[in-house]
């Protein structure tokens, strides 16, 4: 049974990055893709991009080009999120997902990484 | 890119049946996907490729397509099924992306 296990919540300072990890367990690592997703206060989802860990490439909604990076670390199972220029607006609930049941449907998710955005 | 319309909110007494529509344009080639949350924790997914349910879903959970609409029904809806649901679509046809509908909180009267 696959798991994945978020970092821990962060509080960041306008124009500053956050980097939060996810790390699997319990399959293949290289196997599957990871997403990220994230979820601002009140409002609904948000898919911000994908990495292929065996394959080594990433994929990113067009809202968060140049802004985000997602790397995957295979010798520790670790998928990571990387997000700059934060703003006020990125204040969110951060999640990792990954399909395992089909391709595109997030059937295992982490716990989520809350990160705050304030001066 | 496109888009993927939701209403926002259902309501339904208990043991009545819910049906909450999502709209998309790529509907018709795309698989839908449905996931429920619940206060303070993660999505679940509910339903994927449009009707299939992962193991350990209640069957009262069911999917169908038609056209640029898909529809998540509950039928005998329970107090615990009240909740926020998302449809999600992906593209790989170009650039890979997933899309997810605004949300519709359902709530049991």
């Known amino acids: 049974q696959v798991q994945l296990v978020q970092s821990g919540a962060e509080v960041k300072k306008p124009g500053s990055s956050v980097k939060v990890s996810c790390k699997a367990s319990g399959g293949t690592f290289s196997s599957y893709t990871i997403s990220w997703v994230r979820q601002a206060p009140g409002q609904g989802l948000e898919w911000m991009g994908r990495?292929?860990?065996?394959?080594?490439?990433?994929n990113y909604a067009q809202k968060f080009q140049g802004r985000v990076t997602i790397t995957a670390d295979k010798s520790t199972s670790t998928a990571y999120m990387e997000l700059s220029s934060l703003r006020s607006e990125d204040t969110a609930v951060y999640y990792c997902?990954?399909?395992?049941?089909?391709?595109?449907?997030?059937?295992?998710w982490g716990q989520g990484t809350m990160v705050t955005v304030s001066s | 890119s496109y888009e993927l319309t939701q209403p926002p909110s259902v309501s339904v007494s208990p043991g009545q049946t819910a049906r909450i529509t999502c709209s998309g344009d790529?509907?018709?080639?795309?698989?839908a996907y449905w996931y429920q949350q619940k206060p303070g924790q993660a999505p679940v997914l509910v339903i994927y490729?449009?009707?299939e349910r992962p193991s350990g879903i209640p069957e009262r959970f069911s999917g169908s397509s038609s056209g640029t609409t898909v529809t998540l029904t509950i039928s005998g809806v329970q107090a615990e099924d009240e909740a926020d649901y998302y449809c999600q679509s992906a593209d790989s046809s170009g650039t890979y992306f997933v899309v997810f509908g605004g949300g519709t909180k359902l709530t049991v009267l």
């Open positions: 490729k449009d009707s």
């Open positions: 790529a509907l018709p080639k795309q698989y």
């Open positions: 997902a990954t399909a395992i049941v089909a391709d595109d449907a997030f059937d295992i």
């Open positions: 990495i292929i860990p065996i394959l080594g490439i990433a």
